[in-house]
Antibody, heavy 113, light 112 residues
């Protein structure tokens, strides 16, 4: 199992960014997937979940601003980040459901002017 | 939301000595399936979190049996029987019974 995030970077407040998580080594379409983030020097915060049938759940802090989606043909998970705030600055990890056994290496998102 | 209260915040332990971390949830973590979705993860410096234990007490493959998990309902414990240098890092409990999933604030295990 391998999960590889990409798409991070420096972005101004109010702007948008789209993260990707490329999955391999398992049948991607059969699993739900999570996004979790970790602000610099802080703990872990769950962000969003998408089921194998594309049902979604969001943390209150990102609801209405972030959108989780998936493309099973490309074995890829996405997180669209809109209306970014400084407090969204964090490392963003994707993780497979079934207890978050597998995590990616993370991608840094910095929101700053 | 389920609040996960993890203690202590930090733990200083000599190599070969035991360590124990507590995690208490604000409501029962027993799911409708009857399973309790309480996991323990370790994040070493500069690395992604790694799951050690799932469903309260089941060790992931490759995790030494120096680690053990116990507990029920709202009260859970991670124990390390003999700390080794490779065990250093921040330990998190995670509940996956109720959305939103929530983590404990973390326990930093350091060498004495």
């Amino acid at each position: 199992v391998q999960l590889v995030e990409s798409g991070g970077g420096l972005v101004q407040p109010g702007k948008s960014l789209k993260l990707s998580c490329s999955a391999s080594g398992f049948t991607f379409s059969s699993y739900g997937m999570h996004w979790i983030r970790q602000a610099p020097g802080k703990g872990l915060d769950w962000v969003a979940y998408i089921s194998s049938s594309s049902g979604t759940v969001y943390a209150d802090a990102v609801k209405g601003r972030f959108t989780i989606s998936r493309d099973n043909a490309k074995n890829t998970l996405y997180l669209q980040l809109n209306s970014l705030k400084s407090e969204d600055t964090a490392i963003y990890y994707c993780a497979r459901s079934e207890g978050m056994r597998y995590w990616g290496q993370g991608v840094m998102v910095t929101v700053s002017s | 939301d389920v609040v996960m209260t993890q203690t202590p915040v930090s733990l200083s332990v000599a190599i070969g000595q035991p360590a124990s971390i507590s995690c208490k949830s604000s409501q029962s973590l027993v799911g409708t399936s009857g399973k309790t979705y309480l996991n323990w993860l370790l994040q070493r410096p500069g690395q992604s979190p790694k799951r050690l234990i799932y469903l309260v007490s089941k060790l992931d493959s490759g995790i030494p049996d120096r680690f053990s998990g116990s507990g029920s309902e709202t009260d859970f414990t991670l124990k390390i029987s003999r700390v080794e240098a490779d065990d250093l890092g921040v330990y998190y409990c995670l509940q996956g019974t109720h959305f939103p999933y929530t983590f404990g604030a973390g326990t930093k295990l350091e060498l004495k």
